[in-house]
């Protein structure tokens, strides 16, 4: 009798040592999970606070002055408008500009694409006309000819970086440009009776801005 109430009093020992180990390190785990917890709450809304605050601070004046520079026109032209002149001193010519490229505009004197940027901004701003009537002498113009540009934002002058010849379906001539260009084209051969095959393209870099 003395023996079997010995072995269960070891075994109720045992027992409660092992329910107070595992108590313990729940605790442990318990405790150490809810710091980590707390922590990264803590942390959470601390970059809640500071970004609030970047948010909400004033702006500096190096990250504000120049930041959108304001545009060379004020308003843009609308269709079928007169904008301005260009003046070609090789051939003591000055031709009016209208915007757009239709037969309309096209009637009355060189047309402005009206998808391409406006004379004087940076990128590609395209101009067409008739080889038989404001661009009757144009094949006379090539490289490093000057091409001048009046708008009511200023004087534009172009100087010819390169004379190309493409098909008339070629559309590269009305692809965006890295600087200020002046791209002016009509129908080619010059002599060609009917609707001539290709085109007679001229690229100029901007190389002086006169505002009026």
């Given at each position: ?22 108590f ?13 917890l707390?922590?990264a ?10 970004y609030h ?14 930041a959108?520079?304001s ?5 843009r032209?609308?269709k ?77 002058t ?7 010849i ?14 200020a260009?002046l ?30």
């Amino acid at each position: 009798m003395k023996h079997f109430l010995s072995t269960v009093k070891k075994k109720r020992t045992l027992l409660l040592f092992s329910a107070a180990i595992l108590f313990a390190a729940g605790v442990y785990l318990t405790s150490t999970n809810a710091f980590k917890l707390a922590k990264a709450y803590f942390f959470y809304e601390q970059q809640k606070a500071d970004y609030h605050v970047i948010k909400t601070a004033p702006a500096k004046a190096s990250e504000t002055e120049g930041a959108k520079p304001s545009p060379l026109y004020e308003t843009r032209p609308v269709k079928g408008e007169r904008m301005g002149e260009l003046i070609i001193p090789k051939l003591d010519a000055v031709l009016p500009i209208y915007h757009g490229t239709e037969e309309d505009e096209l009637e009355k004197g060189v047309g402005h694409f009206a998808q391409s940027v406006l004379p004087g901004e940076k990128d590609n701003s395209v101009l067409s006309g008739h080889r038989d009537t404001v661009f009757r002498q144009l094949g006379k113009v090539g490289e490093n000819d000057l091409l001048i540009v009046k708008t009511s934002a200023g004087t534009f002058t172009y100087k010819i970086r390169k004379v190309r010849i493409v098909d008339e379906n070629d559309r590269t001539v009305i692809v965006p440009k890295p600087r200020a260009t002046l791209t002016v084209s009509t129908c080619y051969p010059f002599d060609f009776i009917g609707s001539a095959p290709e085109r007679y393209v001229l690229i100029a870099n901007l190389i002086k801005t006169e505002k009026p």
